[in-house]
């Protein structure tokens, strides 16, 4: 692939979408390749990667892709290998972002879809990332974010990341929850144009706490978080057992799902179709969309990554910031 650094018009009516590279050692730049090649000429897009790890993966797809590159030569070619956990990649997948960040300041891009990073990288390269999410946050001065996953069956926006299961019910508190509830309700109007946004939140504990017999949360902090949120701008329902919460949400009679923790989530999402998983980032001023999995080292250059995710991650991005000029 050649390499080139263009400016995207701003005239352009096609939404302009920036890709990072991720973790160069990783699937990144295999997927991104493959989505690209299957999605076509749909938006306009820049690539912000290393040019020579492309050009590794570039022979498993035949067609020619429409898209800009911005190179930053930040692999060394001499001893790059793909599956290696390297404080090098954890440095080039955060060169990368540095960059997708000043092309947003600067009104180069609408959005924002990231290929994985290594969280082990980063750390060996010292770091103190704790991944995307937070990343992101910080750069565009963001007071609170969302991490929303979906996929086609499925929306649900997590109160807490990725905290140990002991540090979850200590972590949840009024504000939090009522945050993460009005972001989502939010990105449910202006991302997804639904009026009037119908919202269940899980509880923490099993059967919802059973009257506060399994535990004192859902009365103590979840309910009271809920009071006054739903009205005009749509419903809000809850707290209930996660697992009523899901299927009520599968069965469509709720638009979206509030979550306590990461593993509610998940779990749900990837049994019913990992394929086409997405995260969205809710409360940055920019849409930001990623795939729902990893860098899979132990597959990366082997030509046998599966994209789905990322093509999702793309369409989701594209169609939210047209849904954006419309709301």
Do not use: W
Not at 42 to 67: E, N, P, Q, Y
Not at 286 to 300: C, E, M, N, Y
């Amino acid at each position: 692939m050649k390499s080139k650094k263009i400016r995207i018009s701003r005239s352009s009516r096609r939404v302009r979408v920036g890709i990072t590279m991720g973790d160069p050692s990783g699937i990144g730049s295999e997927i991104i390749v493959r989505s690209l090649a299957s999605l076509g000429p749909i938006a306009d897009v820049t690539i912000i990667g290393d040019a020579f790890v492309f050009s590794k993966v570039t022979s498993c797809v035949r067609r020619k892709l429409a898209c800009a590159f911005i190179d930053l030569h930040n692999v060394r070619r001499m001893d790059f290998s793909f599956g290696t956990i390297k404080a090098e990649y954890g440095k080039a997948s955060v060169d990368y972002l540095d960059k997708a960040m000043d092309l947003l300041k600067d009104k180069q891009l609408d959005c924002l879809v990231t290929a994985p990073i290594s969280k082990e990288a980063l750390s060996l390269a010292g770091i103190p990332l704790t991944g995307h999410t937070e990343y992101l946050a910080r750069a565009a001065s963001a007071k609170r974010v969302v991490m929303m996953l979906l996929n086609k069956f499925l929306k649900i926006s997590l109160v807490t990341r990725h905290l140990p299961l002991q540090q979850v019910s200590r972590s949840i508190h009024k504000r939090l929850i009522r945050e993460t509830l009005l972001l989502t309700r939010n990105a449910l109007t202006s991302l997804f144009l639904i009026r009037k946004p119908r919202i269940v939140i899980c509880g923490l504990n099993p059967h919802a706490s059973d009257n506060g017999v399994l535990g004192p949360q859902e009365h103590s902090v979840i309910m009271p978080a809920l009071k006054g949120m739903g009205g005009k701008k749509g419903i809000v329902d809850g707290p209930l057992s996660a697992d009523v919460a899901l299927y009520k949400l599968l069965r469509k009679e709720y638009d979206a799902a509030v979550a306590m923790y990461h593993d509610q989530a998940l779990i749900a999402l990837k049994l019913l179709d990992a394929s086409t998983g997405v995260n969205i980032t809710l409360g940055l001023p920019f849409v930001r969309t990623s795939p729902l999995h990893g860098t899979a080292f132990d597959i990366a250059g082997k030509h046998c990554a599966n994209a789905l995710s990322m093509q999702a991650a793309i369409q989701t991005a594209i169609q939210c910031c047209a849904n954006l000029k419309n709301a």
